[in-house]
């Protein structure tokens, strides 16, 4: 937990990108397939859409063999999750750098929503061809992603509080979100990331011919859906993470 510092987060979230627009790449092969997020028959509970099914039996897997051991990952569905049988996984001490009062700030519900009413639809083309277990494991992959890039603010927030807690003090115990945001921010920081994300989005999702007339580049997710991602997305959610987290940070 000493050696965690900004630099190393910072270095964890431009790796991250990569997996993120991978894993955007990914379900783009698909349609919409709009049929796997209407409702379908959930046991134990009135209904559920397929894809939530099928996140939620995922985890429940996912969990019994480790998944969320690891503090940087968290579950959309955390009050189903069995515990794992006693010897299943090989033991390993992750370091605990949380604050423990803080550590439960989450944003899934959020992130949920915005993927499947507002990102999904504007990166996948319009249709139906029936790949609808592909698709939502791809949703997962994304979701994944993209939660445990915007959940890592709790890291973020952390070592910036332990580096300066006297300048978040007074605004925690007032509660001035407006002024925490302010601290926790770096435009710079910012404005880089999501030029690179777009610039990623290019060099990672073009689609590669051999035929020399077409000079017309395409790609197979929009660059500015990516970078637009980012900017009104990615950093606001892991920005309402860190402040969250801060707003617990002396409890
Ligand atoms: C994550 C950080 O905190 C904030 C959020 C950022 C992001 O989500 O990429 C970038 C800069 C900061 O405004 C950071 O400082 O690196």
């Not at 429940?60 to 051991?69: H, N, P, S």
């Not at 955390?78 to 803080?102: D, E, H, R």
């Not at 009413?117 to 083309?125: A, C, I, K």
Request: aromatic content about 12%.
């Amino acid at each position: 937990s000493d050696n965690i510092t900004l630099d190393s987060l910072r270095d964890s979230l431009e790796k991250q990108e990569d997996f993120i627009v991978f894993s955007l790449i990914e379900r783009a092969r698909y349609p919409l397939d709009s049929p796997a997020y209407g409702h379908s028959s959930c046991p134990g509970r009135q209904s559920c859409s397929f894809a939530e099914l099928f996140v939620r039996t995922t985890e429940e897997i996912e969990a019994k063999f480790g998944r969320y051991q690891n503090p940087e990952e968290v579950p959309f569905f955390s009050n189903y999750l069995p515990s794992s049988p006693p010897g299943l996984i090989p033991s390993f001490k992750f370091p605990q750098v949380l604050y423990p009062k803080a550590a439960s700030v989450n944003v899934s519900r959020t992130i949920w929503e915005v993927y499947f009413n507002d990102l999904l639809p504007q990166f996948t083309t319009k249709g139906d061809d029936g790949n609808y277990q592909q698709a939502v494991a791809s949703d997962l992959i994304c979701l994944q992603a993209l939660s445990k890039r915007i959940h890592l603010g709790r890291f973020v927030a952390e070592v910036k509080y332990r580096s300066s807690p006297q300048d978040y003090n007074p605004s925690i115990r007032s509660k001035d979100l407006k002024t925490l945001t302010e601290l926790v921010t770096s435009e710079q920081v910012e404005a880089m990331v999501v030029k690179r994300v777009k610039k990623k989005a290019e060099v990672f999702g073009q689609d590669v011919t051999l035929d020399s007339n077409g000079n017309q580049t395409t790609y197979k997710v929009d660059p500015l859906f990516v970078s637009n991602l980012y900017k009104k997305w990615v950093i606001p959610l892991t920005k309402q993470v860190e402040v969250n987290y801060l707003l617990r940070r002396l409890g």
